[in-house]
């Protein structure tokens, strides 16, 4: 959220400066871009997960 408000480089400040000057593909290609890599992190800490669950139960 930081990066919204005071960042002059990033994903955060394309996607801010992208609507000030109405370019929708830049604010949408960023958008995607922020997509992906949540999805990646969110796919790494459910394999994590998943790993320590099955070993963690102590058999």
Do not use: C, K, P
């Amino acid at each position: 959220m930081g990066e919204f408000q005071s960042a002059n480089a990033g994903l955060g400040y394309l996607i801010v400066y992208g609507s000030q000057i109405f370019r929708m593909d830049m604010v949408m290609a960023a958008i995607v871009i922020l997509a992906m890599i949540s999805l990646v992190i969110y796919l790494a800490i459910q394999a994590v997960e998943t790993r320590l669950a099955r070993g963690g139960n102590g058999h």
